[in-house]
């Protein structure tokens, strides 16, 4: 029989298999920890922060930190809840994200953890940084507007379509997706059909031509929040009321 | 008891914000036996005649006489609500931050394929309002205390949170009400 590992999250007991991470024990266990880059299927990454939870009271990334046998994990608190908040925040000001007039709106995880979360407006200062787009594929665009740098595309590219079609340049502010072509997507062997497309949680990596065409009202995020598929227990705070201010001074 | 007031205004918007306002249908006269309305483009008053509970602002600010007219919707109103994508992050009209004002005018009134400009001359009027260097959210420009996002809000998201608003009851908006687009 194999062995397993018996911890707690938020108090209710959790089992795991060993090596299997924190995320993957919840997901089974029916409690929602909010990710962004993390995807089933592909290798933990750790780069969005926002399923950092307090393992022991030290906080941790659930999707890349594996159970351990006794440890004690802090997910549904309010400080954790309102560390989320603010990263959610940072990407939509960090980016230029005009939900108005974006294809994925309405099934775009970052737009519905925004949702999930009651935010209103973000609490801090819109950048309206300067990004280029490239659009020399014929049946691929990538909006860098809209990327957030989670590098599902890249690691599904390797792992899912065994190519190698983009990764990151640059450091800091300055870092960005870049196909792995002197002359941008046109250079590479991307296929409108690569699971790589379909792994970009947001409007940034896409199929051209196929936009808008899910109706208001149908589309994944219209009327059930991000991550309630997953929730045998939801989380407590799900709606507006603490956040209606939503600029803080 | 006299009827609260409230103002309303679109500055750098398109008027869907308020389109969406009379969208609430026969709501509406349930609304006007709890407002008064002050200063609106619903009644064509041009300025304030009173004190305001409600001010609502569509719209950011993309020009100097957006400034001044969302400063006095502050000093006039009790509480000041940002309506729709446009008065909380720009919308629409902030594509233009991207673009030096420079360029921006030359393309509207010199280059552009559908200008007939002879003179060669950008609008210098004095009674044309001077553009901002970019399009500014509300908030950035004056405090504001509430917000309601959508482009535009649904009746439905107006709606509630005015009710709730008038009566000092606290605004809670459920999942679908929340809409960015
Ligand atoms: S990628 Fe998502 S958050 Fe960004 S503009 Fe599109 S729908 Fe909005
Ligand atoms: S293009 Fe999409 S999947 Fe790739 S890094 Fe950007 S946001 Fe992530
Ligand atoms: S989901 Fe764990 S760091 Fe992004």
Redesign the interface.
């Given at each position: 029989m194999e062995q397993t590992l018996e911890f707690t999250i938020d108090g209710l007991p959790v089992t795991a298999a060993p090596g299997e991470t924190i995320m993957a024990a919840a997901d089974a266990a029916g409690i929602y920890i909010p990710r962004l880059c993390a995807m089933k299927g592909l290798s933990p990454f750790g780069a969005c922060r926002l399923c950092t939870v307090l393992v022991d009271g030290r906080s941790q990334s659930a999707c890349t930190q594996p159970a351990a046998a006794g440890m004690v994990v802090e997910n549904d608190t309010e400080q954790l809840q309102g560390f989320r908040k603010n990263l959610i925040d940072m990407l939509?000001v960090e980016g230029?994200?005009?939900?108005?007039?974006?294809e994925k709106?309405?099934n775009c995880e970052l737009?519905a953890l925004?949702?999930?979360f009651?935010?209103?407006?973000?609490k801090y200062?819109?950048q309206?940084p300067?990004r280029e787009i490239d659009a020399s594929h014929p049946d691929v665009l990538l909006d860098r507007n809209r990327c957030i740098l989670c590098a599902r595309c890249v690691r599904a590219s390797q792992e899912l379509d065994g190519k190698e079609i983009a990764g990151f340049v640059g450091r800091g502010g300055e870092k960005h997706l870049a196909a792995s072509s002197g002359c941008g997507f046109v250079g590479t062997d991307v296929a409108a059909d690569d699971a790589a497309l379909a792994a970009c949680p947001v409007g940034a990596l896409l199929r051209k031509r196929v936009g808008f065409s899910t109706p208001?009202g149908q589309r994944k995020y219209?009327?059930?929040?991000i991550g309630c598929e997953k929730e045998l227990r939801p989380e407590k705070s799900?709606?507006?009321?603490d956040v209606?201010?939503?600029?803080a001074s | 008891m006299s009827k609260a007031r409230m103002a309303t205004v679109s500055l750098a918007g398109c008027f869907g914000c308020h389109m969406s306002l009379l969208d609430i249908d026969e709501r509406i006269l349930q609304l006007v036996e709890l407002v008064e309305f002050d200063r609106s483009p619903i009644n064509d008053f041009k300025s304030f005649t009173g004190r305001c509970a409600v001010g609502l602002i569509e719209g950011g600010c993309c020009n100097e006489e957006n400034v001044h007219v969302l400063r006095s919707f502050r000093e006039h109103c009790d509480v000041l609500v940002s309506i729709g994508d446009c008065a909380i992050m720009g919308g629409l009209p902030a594509y233009r931050n991207f673009v030096p004002l420079k360029e921006c005018m030359e393309e509207a009134y010199l280059n552009g394929p559908t200008v007939y400009n002879p003179s060669g001359e950008l609008p210098k009027d004095r009674e044309v309002p001077l553009l901002l260097n970019k399009v500014y959210p509300c908030h950035e420009v004056v405090k504001i205390d509430y917000y309601l996002p959508g482009c535009p809000p649904p009746a439905d998201t107006l709606w509630a949170a005015l009710t709730a608003l008038l009566t000092d009851q606290p605004v809670e908006l459920p999942y679908e009400l929340i809409k960015y687009d």
């Open positions: 939509f230029n994200h005009f939900c108005m007039a974006c709106s309405g737009q925004a949702y999930r009651g935010i209103l407006a973000p200062q819109y309206f300067q208001i219209d009327h059930q929040p799900s709606t507006t009321s209606q201010k939503g600029v | -």
